[in-house]
């Protein structure tokens, strides 16, 4: 059901809602490791997930707007790493095309295109967006913003690679499978 | 883990009697020239500005404490996190040297050093107060329409309003099912293993995932039904037009931005460096 122009209701109520969850998780959904500072970030599982899910717009728009409000109601908006968020969900949003998710199709081969797709995305955001723009914008220090970009982005491919995988099957189950009723002789 | 997030609470002050499309445009100025400039007498002014005008709005204490302590936290691992990796950034910027204490082994506390990380703090402290300020003093139901007024498409204004309006119910339904789980034995505590908790965590996902994606379709039925997105353009309950205070305030905040790029820019370069 396309409307008249541009995203399709259903798009635009993911993003809402889809955002909504990556704030909540933001804020809940952290795992610490042990290593100070660094958690294990539940909701960018999320994010790829739904980019996965609703496409590159969704995974672009929930990266920018959830990741800015979490950002907003914890310590002030850093913007470098927000608009790394945007790169993450549009790149897995792009590379996902074409996965068949809503017919119940997320065998082994969507699978490892779901993981290919979120390393690729991953390291684009953390090991080149982000710390590139902490220098352009903050003119922080090299050696530091590429060691937390690394760790970081490490981090969320590890809990994407886990966690978003197990949510994308779980939902795949949940779907009826293209041409899956046989008609009875 | 009852913290409440940031919550709209109308002091009836000037501020908040200003438009929701002004608060959200000297935000968004104040955001980019924070980001562009790095001359720490602009940056100076503008803090003390923003803090003044922050003061003036009476949002009270309590409301953003909890803000206030992340920020403080997390400026604070921030630049000592600059010091560990780069205890010559300053130096390397401003091109001088003034050693004020030596530590150990490459580490000496330079003046450029200090002033350099100053700036770093300087940069972020800007964008805090107009960000809590259209956050905490705007009505909610205005923020979407004065996203759509500034230029955002209206279809990405409703998503963020459509976001705030969510997020008090997500973390209720996440709070329900982790609740259930842990009484059903299910630890997310410190005290389970990391690989455990990781798995835990994702028993909470799991539900709370796919009651999110149900959630998404009643909603997605209902905007449908109301006709939503039918039209190129579309009308807020909650608009008002500009009134002069506005477009005084506007007007201020353009010219505040403007002098701060001019006299940043004058020699040519982002940085102010006192030490030549």
């Known amino acids: 059901m396309q409307s008249s122009k541009g995203f399709s209701v259903k798009t635009i109520v993911a993003i809402g809602i889809g955002a909504a969850l990556f704030v909540v998780l933001a804020r809940f959904g952290s795992i610490p490791t042990g290593i100070p500072n660094t958690n294990l970030q539940t909701n960018y599982a999320i994010l790829a997930l739904f980019a996965l899910l609703y496409g590159p717009w969704a995974g672009l728009l929930i990266g920018l707007i959830g990741h800015s409000v979490a950002d907003l109601l914890s310590f002030g908006p850093w913007f470098s790493w927000i608009i790394a968020s945007g790169v993450v969900g549009l790149l897995v949003g792009l590379l996902t095309r074409g996965i068949r998710i809503h017919d119940g199709e997320f065998g082994g081969k969507g699978i490892l295109r779901f993981n290919i797709a979120q390393i690729v995305a991953n390291a684009v955001g953390w090991f080149v967006v982000a710390p590139v723009l902490d220098i352009v914008i903050y003119a922080e220090p090299a050696n530091k913003v590429f060691t937390q970009g690394f760790a970081a982005g490490g981090m969320n491919i590890v809990i994407v690679a886990i966690l978003g995988t197990l949510l994308a099957v779980a939902y795949s189950k949940t779907r009826t499978k293209r041409g899956s009723l046989t008609r009875e002789a | ?276």
């Open chain 2, 1 to 276: 883990m009852a913290a409440k997030l940031l919550a709209y609470f109308d002091t009836g002050s000037p501020i908040h009697r200003l438009n929701g499309v002004t608060k959200l445009s000297v935000f968004l100025l104040f955001s980019v020239t924070g980001m562009v400039i790095y001359d720490t007498r602009c940056l100076l002014a503008m803090l003390v500005l923003s803090l003044s005008v922050f003061a003036w709005s009476k949002v009270p204490f309590k409301q953003y404490s909890f803000v206030l302590y992340l920020i403080l936290i997390f400026s604070a691992l921030n630049q000592l996190a600059i010091f560990l990796f780069a205890p010559e950034q300053g130096v390397q910027i401003y091109g001088t040297r003034h050693e004020l204490l030596p530590i150990a082994g490459r580490y000496t506390l330079t003046a450029e050093q200090l002033f350099y990380q100053l700036n770093v703090l300087l940069k972020f402290a800007v964008v805090v107060p107009p960000a809590l300020l259209f956050l905490l003093a705007t009505e909610p139901s205005e923020f979407a329409s004065s996203l759509n007024r500034v230029g955002v498409p209206y279809k990405v204004a409703y998503a963020i309003s459509l976001t705030m309006r969510y997020i008090p119910d997500v973390q209720q339904e996440f709070m329900n099912i982790s609740t259930a789980a842990q009484a059903r034995g299910i630890d997310l505590s410190r005290k389970e293993k990391l690989g455990r908790r990781l798995k835990n965590m994702g028993a909470i996902l799991l539900p709370l995932v796919l009651a999110t994606l149900e959630r998404i379709e009643k909603v997605s039925a209902a905007l449908e039904l109301r006709g939503f997105g039918r039209n190129r353009r579309r009308t807020w309950y909650r608009s008002r037009p500009l009134t002069r205070r506005d477009i005084v305030v506007l007007i201020c905040a353009v010219l505040i931005s403007a002098v701060a790029f001019t006299i940043t820019f004058w020699d040519g370069s982002r940085f102010y460096n006192p030490f030549l």
